[in-house]
C-alpha cells in the first residue's frame, strides 16, 4: 500500500507570501496520478490540482502543482487570506486501494 | 449546474447498519463513476469506495467486507451501506463525482457530506 506523507503539518504564513506544501509518497505514483484539495472548515473538500500538474477549472493561477514520482508540491504565490485552510493530497492506483489520501497541511495565518 | 445530496440518519447504533444515499442532479449517475469519502471529527479524509453505473465496485480493503455500494439509474443515486457500524466509524460522509471517465483526476464534485454519528 502507498502511504502518502504531507509536510510540514501546520504553516503559518502572512497573506502576500508565497506557500510550499510537500506531498511524498512511499512508492512510485502511477503516470504522477496525484491531485490536491483545499478544505476549508465545515466545507467539503474543493479540487485544486489533478495529474500533480493541472489546475481544475476555476482555480487561480497562483495555485501550482509540480512533482513527479514520489515527491509532489503545491506552491500558492501570493496567498490571499481565503488561502488559510487545509489541504490534502491524494493518488490514484490501480492496486488496492485505489484512492488515498495523505494526512493534511494545515495553512495558517502567521 | 451539477449537485451532489448526501441523506441519511444521523444517529446510528453500536453494531447496526449506517445506510446513506447520494442523489445527483445536473448531470447522470450513467455518465461517470462516483465516490464516498468519509471524514473523522478533527481527521483526514478517508477513500470508502467507488461505483460505476454497471455496477462495478471498489472498496477500500479495510471496509471491504463491511461495505456494500450501489447505483439505482432511474432514480440518478448511488448509495452506500457499512454494517456492523462502531465508534470509529463516526464521521462526516461526503459523495463525490471523478473528474473524467478515466478517474485518474480526483473528485472534482462533492456533496456538502452528512455527519453520521455511531452510538449506544
Known amino acids: 500500500e502507498i502511504v502518502l506523507t504531507q509536510s510540514p503539518g501546520t504553516l503559518s504564513l502572512s497573506p502576500g507570501e508565497g506557500a510550499t506544501l510537500s506531498c511524498r509518497a512511499s512508492?512510485?505514483?502511477?503516470?504522477?496520478?496525484l491531485a490536491w484539495y483545499q478544505q476549508k472548515p465545515g466545507q467539503a473538500p474543493r479540487l485544486l490540482i489533478y495529474?500533480?500538474?493541472s489546475r481544475a477549472t476555476g482555480i487561480p493561477d497562483r495555485f501550482s502543482g509540480s512533482g513527479s514520482g514520489t515527491d509532489f508540491t503545491l506552491t500558492i504565490s501570493r496567498l490571499e487570506p481565503e488561502d488559510f485552510a487545509d489541504y490534502y493530497c491524494?493518488?490514484?492506483?490501480?492496486?488496492?486501494?485505489?484512492?488515498?489520501f495523505g494526512q493534511g497541511t494545515r495553512l495558517e495565518i502567521k | 449546474q451539477v449537485h451532489l445530496q448526501e441523506s441519511g440518519p444521523g444517529l446510528v447504533k453500536t453494531s447496526g447498519t449506517l445506510s446513506l444515499t447520494c442523489t445527483v442532479s445536473?448531470?447522470?449517475?450513467?455518465?461517470?463513476?462516483w465516490s464516498w469519502v468519509r471524514q473523522p471529527p478533527k481527521k483526514g479524509l478517508e477513500w470508502i469506495g467507488e461505483?460505476?453505473?454497471?455496477?462495478?465496485?471498489y472498496c477500500d480493503p479495510s471496509l471491504k467486507s463491511r461495505v456494500t455500494i450501489s447505483v439505482d439509474k432511474s432514480k440518478n443515486q448511488f448509495s452506500l451501506i457499512l454494517t456492523s457500524v462502531t465508534a470509529a466509524d463516526t464521521a462526516v460522509y461526503y459523495c463525490?463525482?471523478?473528474?473524467?471517465?478515466?478517474?485518474?483526476?480526483?473528485?472534482?464534485?462533492w456533496g456538502q457530506g452528512t455527519m453520521v454519528t455511531v452510538s449506544s
Open positions: 463525490a463525482r471523478h473528474l473524467g471517465i478515466a478517474r485518474t483526476r480526483g473528485f472534482d464534485i
Open positions: 445536473g448531470d447522470s449517475v450513467s455518465s461517470n463513476w
Open positions: 461505483i460505476y453505473h454497471s455496477g462495478t465496485t
Open positions: 512508492q512510485s505514483v502511477s503516470d504522477n496520478y
Open positions: 495529474n500533480a500538474v
Open positions: 491524494q493518488r490514484y492506483g490501480t492496486s488496492a486501494p485505489r484512492y488515498s
